[in-house]
């Protein structure tokens, strides 16, 4: 169950976006727009601080949307985000459309950090054994995370299993810790 602010937006993208038939055009500009805001410090600044009027934070997310290419649903609806000065919680927005669209085909939406890419194969393997777990069909975005050195985290809704050698070796410093 998707709630709060997000859930909203997110929920009436959706909306708009299955009326016009373009559920997965929209998942992907938003993954475009995701993919800018992970590269770009300034534009993280942008979204999260206070600072910015509304009007400025319109500008500058219009000036953004045109340089990357993104109109549209996308394009309108990150403006009205902008103008309603609920950028911050644009990150939320993305997960929950993906976790609605996910649930509309029938499949659970999981998100994957790991060290390094997947190639096809291991995304197939991670899929089927997810799809073993979760009984149904399970949607992976998979974003790469050099810093977690090996493994991998994934989640699935609430649930959350990692398997990276960055949070075993930050286990087993705290144990060392404890026993000198």
């Not at 859930?7 to 708009?16: D, M, N």
């Not at 989640?155 to 990276?164: A, E, N, P, Y």
Request: hydrophobic share 45%.
């Amino acid at each position: 169950m998707i709630s709060g602010v997000a859930g909203r937006y997110a929920g009436s993208l959706f909306e708009l976006a299955r009326e016009q038939g373009a559920v997965s055009a929209v998942e992907e500009d938003l993954g475009r727009f995701e993919e800018l805001l992970r590269e770009s410090g300034d534009l993280q600044r942008l979204i999260r601080s206070p600072v910015f009027s509304a009007d400025e934070q319109l500008k500058a997310i219009s000036a953004v949307l045109e340089r990357a290419e993104i109109g549209g649903l996308v394009g309108n609806f990150l403006r009205v985000v902008a103008n309603n000065r609920r950028l911050f919680a644009v990150p939320q927005m993305i997960r929950a459309y993906r976790q609605i669209a996910a649930e509309a085909r029938g499949e659970t939406a999981a998100e994957v950090t790991s060290a390094h890419a997947l190639s096809p194969e291991q995304e197939r393997e991670l899929k089927a054994t997810l799809k073993e777990v979760m009984g149904k069909d399970v949607a992976i975005r998979v974003v790469v995370d050099p810093s977690l050195l090996g493994g991998m985290i994934v989640k699935v809704g609430s649930r959350q299993i990692d398997t990276s050698l960055k949070t075993k070796l930050n286990s087993l410093k705290l144990a060392l810790k404890e026993v000198g």
